[in-house]
Nanobody, 124 residues
Framework: VQLQASGGGLVQAGGSLRLSCAAS????????MGWFRQAPGKEREFVAV????????DYADSVKGRFTISRDNAKNTVYLQMNSLKPEDTAVYYC??????????????????WGQGTQVTVSS
């Protein structure tokens, strides 16, 4: 699976952005999909994950209630809608594919495939 993230940019605090991650290959629906982020000088951290069908989701406490993960298996795409953005949300955001047998993991090492990242910058 090859992943291509897009949709990042510069936004003021309180604003919104929608990230997209397009997948190639016919096995997209076989994977749970997640979003991570990495700020300068910090470790990559879990943001959100969604099951293969889209029926279940999981979020980091820091984004719960502000971010929404969704997917469209017909379009091989996963989304991250980010609302009420804060300066501390500034980071490079990555999408990643999680084998279904590892559902429940938030560890980057358990995700098999990664997109190239898209920069999100939130100004105060």
């Amino acid at each position: 699976v090859q992943l291509q993230a897009s949709g990042g940019g510069l936004v003021q605090a309180g604003g919104s952005l929608r990230l997209s991650c397009a997948a190639s290959g016919r096995t997209f629906s076989s994977y749970a999909m997640g979003w991570f982020r990495q700020a300068p000088g910090k470790e990559r951290e879990f943001v959100a994950v969604i099951t293969r069908s889209g029926a279940s989701t999981d979020y980091a406490d820091s984004v719960k209630g502000r971010f929404t993960i969704s997917r469209d298996n017909a379009k091989n795409t996963v989304y991250l809608q980010m609302n009420s953005l804060k300066p501390e949300d500034t980071a490079v955001y990555y999408c990643a594919a999680l084998p279904s047998g590892r559902w429940g993991s938030r560890a980057p090492r358990d995700f098999d495939y990664w997109g190239q990242g898209t920069q999100v910058t939130v100004s105060s």
